[in-house]
């Protein structure tokens, strides 16, 4: 009792405080700006049907000098019919102020109190906010009436009503969260939908019939696989099936509304249940894969587990509507999947042009620990309203299991609810106890409709638990005796449901079980028939993929040259600036000497090279999209795809502006984001092959914020999941004595990640090499994820230009750059030094410096990955086999790409006949750190790896 005393105290709506707080809010009726503007916020929140029951009450009091200030006499409504002297209303203002003030505390605060731990461990029941003794009632005042003029859907109500009105829509089985969003119109959007004395849970026996069967398959499939392959991982959906009737909701709903395509993630926990009964793949399949059977029989790759993969079908609905599926193949690495998705999304979206975002949703499903846990879900939530990542809302279904592998809430979290992280960004959260399973798919419901109207993100927090260990292996027992003692002695949900719809006459006695052995039966003959069992496809290159193939094994260059008289034509469109636009003089002259370059041939540099590669394909029909940190501008100033003017700060893309028949483009400044934003392109470039989709990072080194998604997605996406990509990345690299944080873009690493023609890994040293780079991805059959290592001083190199020839039709890229054709003068060469980007250009300027043209050959290798063997075998042909071999490179020897090419061009070397056994290395020594942040130091070390790779 202390305690609570203590709590009631504490709280500003205690009742010895509300004296004072009437005697505030009768002053800001009157003159909001004659109060604190704290306190003037808090009542700015009242809704505004309570204010009107003030207004009418105080209308009827007499004026009289005070400091309420209140108003002049105006009749009494019938509300108040009758004589009322001025205390007589100044009680009834007191007592309504008093009711209003316990009605707001619900509709805040009631969640606290509501009955969500379907084990009963975590339950409050007394909040002082939501006492009505903390607001003066007594019990004797519980069956007073009050005038509510139909809020909570009551005219009028005694206290007692209202109680069990507020209970019912707050603190039952759902608590809500919504009071914290700004938006009024959100606000009383979700009042008008849960107030009511019916509640929000009226529900037909017809529909409660078909939860019961839904919950019947999913602990069905989940005890099934439990009995017949006892031991195996499966990471159950046991203790939260109310699940799968929330997503069936959720899917129902939303094609109700106008949706024609759902992209779903998860983690592994439950994704074999949702596989089978919401995706409709086959039991077959999925028991086969239990057996031993391999998904990828037909096609090289090296599979995932079953609890990763993916899959996309076509649903026809109860009600005849059609929608398409797709589940995202995902790893153990939890919430990684987010962003995903939702590229995945606006792709959709942009393909069907889907401008209003209703036809394509997001639908993501989190663990409790995870989703507070995980850094990408914040980096996620906040894409929700943002210019070229914004996908109209997704909807977040946390399976609360009350514990994240081992660890309890109170060490996974600082906050009361897994969820708190999406209140910044102001999404209404909606707890829920999983044990009601009508509960759930209401609420299923109210957030798809939400979601739908208001085209932003929503959370579903259902509270359940996980009745197995982390997997079906584990003794959960070990650090959560007590749970996990509750668990054992704690029915299913279908039998709890069960057991409450024979109470209600809905089902017979027995019939629930009836039900659930037939399910059994039907799995029984699945598993037969899965020894047998031989899918018709595999699931890849449908859809948007349609038409494109697997990767040969055989080198192909795709068509890349351009029609000279296309370039330029293109090349003076995009110089070629309005008018009225008023450009920065500085930026300006950049684009004259664009221009320039574009009507004399000759000096294209970087960006040039690159508007004119986005040009082109635009022109061809296909999108591009560039996203990343300050990609507009570009981190180095060189790109300037976006001009502002001057004066407006209107944004204005000249690229955009090409052609009336283009294809569109996006140039978007990315939230400062790594690991999000990465994700969100690869997911992207999943569903739109046919998009130039490119992420460029800020410095190439700040792609190691990113690695899980160059592990797990990108370099092994299509052995795992067969789910080819064609995103490029734009990683800034080279050592201009800036730093060890803005040299390297950790080349060693993707050369680490090469294997199986899995991804293309390119350092190109001139303009031109990488314009026609650019445009190979999109000029094969075939997809590959393209990895760039691109210039910062080279962007300005007077030496690192192209002619526009070198970029018209009949050239390609070269993978392996010689600087002359093959002639006699081949043989007088005693020294080839071979390297790759911006260190040729100081190579070369040494040579000259030490008059050793004829002596000393520079071959560069533009492309790393796969590795030009062919190539570098006709290359290395030219030479006498007694000349000396070296490899140069910036970066230190236990990095860069010395370690990937070292063998591979000593086996070359083997094939030719070379006398050199060994290759050379001038570079760096070995380092901790990728470069020194001395800038004497760098050129101390710079000119000695240039010295020793003449002379080593």
């Known amino acids: 009792m202390a305690k609570r005393r203590e709590l009631e105290q504490t709280s500003f709506l205690y009742g010895g405080n509300s004296s004072f707080i009437e005697e505030l809010y009768a002053r800001?009726?009157?003159?909001?700006?004659?109060?604190?503007?704290?306190?003037?916020?808090?009542?700015?929140?009242?809704?505004?049907?309570?204010?009107?029951?003030?207004?009418?009450?105080?209308?009827?009091?007499?004026?009289?000098?005070?400091?309420?200030?209140?108003?002049?006499?105006?009749p009494a409504p019938a509300a108040f019919a009758g004589s009322l002297d001025e205390a007589a209303t100044k009680q009834l203002i007191r007592d309504h102020l008093r009711v209003i003030m316990l009605i707001r505390a619900y509709r805040v605060r009631g969640h606290l109190i509501a009955r969500l731990d379907p084990l009963g461990l975590t339950h409050n029941e007394h909040h002082p906010e939501l006492d009505y003794r903390s607001y003066g009632f007594t019990d004797a005042d519980l069956d007073r009436e009050f005038y509510l003029d139909y809020v909570l859907g009551l005219e009028k109500a005694t206290l007692r009503q209202i109680m069990e009105v507020l209970k019912k829509t707050y603190s039952g089985t759902v608590g809500i969260e919504f009071m914290h969003i700004q938006d009024p119109e959100q606000k009383a959007w979700i009042q008008s939908r849960i107030e009511g004395t019916g509640g929000i849970f009226t529900t037909t026996a017809e529909d409660k019939r078909e939860v019961l069967e839904q919950l019947t398959a999913t602990e069905g499939f989940e005890q099934f696989l439990h009995v017949k392959f006892p031991g195996t991982k499966r990471f159950g959906l046991d203790g939260g099936e109310s699940a799968i009737p929330a997503l069936e909701t959720i899917i129902r709903t939303a094609a109700e509304l106008g949706c024609e395509e759902i992209v779903l993630g998860m983690p592994h926990r439950g994704r074999l249940n949702v596989l089978a009964n919401v995706m409709g793949k086959p039991y077959a399949a999925i028991l086969s894969e239990f057996q031993g059977k391999a998904v990828f029989d037909e096609v090289l790759g090296s599979g995932d587990v079953k609890y990763h993969l993916g899959t996309s079908t076509d649903r026809t609905l109860p009600d005849g509507k059609q929608i398409h599926l797709s589940l995202t193949a995902n790893p153990s690495h939890l919430e990684a999947v987010n962003p995903v998705v939702m590229g995945k999304a606006r792709a959709k979206q942009r393909q069907k042009g889907d401008t209003e975002r209703t036809r394509v949703m997001g639908v993501l499903l989190h663990g409790d620990a995870a989703f507070i846990g995980q850094g990408v879900v914040h980096e996620c939530l906040e894409m929700m309203d943002l210019k070229g990542y914004r996908i109209g809302g997704t909807i977040h279904v946390i399976i609360n299991n009350q514990i994240g592998f081992t660890t309890s809430p109170a060490y996974s979290r600082s906050s009361p609810y897994?969820?708190?992280?999406?209140?910044?960004?102001?999404?209404?959260?909606?707890?829920?106890?999983?044990?009601?399973?009508?509960?759930?798919?209401?609420?299923?419901?109210?957030?798809?409709?939400?979601?739908?109207?208001?085209?932003?993100?929503?959370?579903?927090?259902m509270w359940c638990y996980r009745r197995h260990g982390h997997n079906e292996g584990d003794e959960p027992g070990f650090t959560q005796p007590l749970m996990y003692k509750k668990i054992a002695q704690h029915p299913s949900v279908r039998q709890i449901f069960a057991r409450q719809l024979e109470q209600e006459g809905i089902v017979q006695p027995g019939e629930a079980q009836g039900m659930y052995d037939a399910f059994i039966r039907q799995l029984e003959a699945a598993h037969e028939a899965a020894r047998n069992y031989?899918?018709?496809?595999?699931?890849?290159?449908?859809?948007?993929?349609?038409?494109?193939?697997?990767?040969?094994?055989?080198?192909?260059?795709?068509?890349?040259?351009?029609?000279?008289?296309?370039?330029?034509?293109?090349?003076?469109?995009?110089?070629?600036?309005?008018?009225?636009?008023?450009?920065?003089?500085?930026?300006?002259?950049?684009?004259?000497?664009?221009?320039?370059?574009?009507?004399?041939?000759?000096?294209?540099?970087?960006?040039?090279?690159?508007?004119?590669?986005?040009?082109?394909?635009?022109?061809?029909?296909?999108?591009?999209?560039?996203?990343?940190?300050?990609?507009?501008?570009?981190t180095f100033s060189q790109r300037h795809a976006v001009i502002y003017d001057q004066m407006t700060e209107e944004k204005h893309i000249p690229l955009a502006h090409l052609r009336p028949d283009q294809a569109s483009i996006e140039v978007i400044d990315s939230i400062l984001s790594e690991e999000g934003v990465l994700g969100f392109e690869y997911g992207y470039s999943l569903a739109d092959p046919n998009c130039l989709t490119i992420w460029e990072a800020q410095f190439g080194d700040f792609a190691n914020g990113a690695q899980v998604y160059y592990d797990q997605f990108i370099s092994s996406g299509e052995s795992k999941w067969l789910r080819m990509c064609g995103l490029v990345n734009l990683l800034p690299h080279g050592y201009e004595g800036q730093g060890p944080e803005h040299s390297s873009a950790r080349l060693e690493r993707f050369l680490q990640l090469y294997a199986e023609n899995n991804m293309q890994i390119v350092y190109p040293s001139t303009p031109a090499s990488y314009f026609h780079v650019l445009r190979r991805q999109l000029h094969r059959e075939f997809r590959k994820p393209l990895i760039v290592m691109t210039p910062k001083s080279l962007l300005r190199h007077k030496r690192c230009v192209s002619t526009l020839e070198e970029l018209s039709t009949g050239s390609s890229f070269h993978r392996v750059l010689w600087e002359a054709p093959p002639s006699a003068a081949d043989q007088e060469v005693e020294r080839v030094i071979l390297c790759s980007g911006k260190i040729y250009y100081e190579l070369l300027q040494a040579r000259e410096d030490k008059g050793l043209d004829s002596q000393v050959a520079l071959v560069r290798l533009e492309e790393l990955a796969p590795f030009p063997e062919e190539a570098l075998a006709a290359e290395l042909k030219r030479y006498r086999k007694d000349v000396r071999l070296v490899w140069c490179q910036e970066e230190p020897r236990n990095m860069g790409a010395w370690f990937f090419v070292a063998p591979r061009i000593e086996n070359l070397m083997e094939a030719a006949g070379f006398e050199q056994r060994r290759l050379a290395y001038a570079g760096r020594r070995p380092s901790a750190a990728p470069a020194t942040g001395y800038h004497a130091q760098h050129e101390r070390e710079q000119r000695q790896l240039v010295e020793d790779a003449f002379s080593v």
């Open 28 to 74: 800001y009726l009157t003159d909001p700006a004659s109060i604190d503007p704290s306190w003037r916020a808090y009542f700015d929140e009242l809704e505004p049907e309570n204010r009107a029951l003030f207004e009418r009450a105080r209308a009827a009091v007499q004026p009289r000098p005070s400091h309420l200030r209140l108003v002049q006499p105006a």
């Open 534 to 634: 031989k899918p018709n496809k595999i699931d890849w290159l449908e859809g948007a993929w349609r038409g494109l193939r697997a990767a040969p094994i055989e080198y192909e260059r795709g068509k890349t040259g351009v029609a000279p008289e296309t370039l330029r034509e293109l090349g003076l469109k995009m110089t070629d600036l309005p008018p009225s636009l008023n450009v920065h003089p500085r930026l300006k002259r950049v684009i004259q000497q664009r221009r320039k370059a574009i009507e004399e041939g000759q000096g294209i540099d970087w960006a040039t090279a690159e508007h004119l590669a986005f040009a082109t394909l635009l022109c061809e029909g296909f999108p591009v999209r560039l996203s990343g940190e300050d990609v507009g501008r570009g």
């Open 418 to 461: 897994p969820s708190d992280v999406a209140r910044g960004v102001q999404c209404p959260v909606f707890h829920v106890n999983g044990d009601d399973p009508v509960a759930v798919t209401h609420v299923a419901r109210l957030a798809t409709e939400f979601r739908q109207k208001f085209k932003k993100d929503v959370v579903i927090d």
